[in-house]
């Protein structure tokens, strides 16, 4: 076998690996953008014109997560910004990242930051005076 028939399937491996990268990029620009509205892997995967498996690969590759992970990891950063920021209710931070219930949010908060949502922003008031 020649060098450029070996050369062929390496050079199609390379650029699936970097359309899955350059996928998995664009899903979480999607994900940075509408995190707040009810977002699924099929809906996100079917605006990228991919499919839910490559979707879901490209996750799993490149980010070391998946879609539902990073979907609550953005939801939940950007809770934590409105907690420390805005004087909102929790079940309003809730509703505004995205959670449609607010227990579920308070206990996926508790899971991520070892502490509930007010007692969060209780501690970042308490910071913000003292500095």
């Known amino acids: 076998m020649s060098a450029a028939a070996t050369a062929v399937p390496s050079q199609r491996r390379e650029q699936t690996r970097e359309g899955l ?11 940075q953008r509408h995190h707040a509205q009810p977002l699924t892997l099929g809906m996100v995967a079917r605006a ?13 590759d490149f980010g070391d997560t998946t879609f539902r992970a990073e979907l609550t990891r953005v939801r939940l950063g950007e809770a934590a910004r409105l907690l420390a920021t805005q004087p909102l209710v929790v079940s309003d931070v ?10 579920h949010f308070c206990k996926a908060f508790k899971q991520a930051f070892g502490m509930t949502p007010g007692a969060y922003r209780d501690r970042a008031i308490r910071h913000r005076r003292t500095r």
Do not use: D, K, M, T
Request: with cysteine; hydrophobic share 40%; proline share 6%.
């Open 94 to 103: 809730a509703h505004r990242v995205g959670f449609r219930q607010a227990p």
């Open 48 to 60: 990228l014109s991919s499919s839910p498996r490559q979707l879901e690969r490209a996750f799993r």
């Open 21 to 31: 990268r350059l996928l998995y990029l664009r899903a979480r620009v999607c994900i």
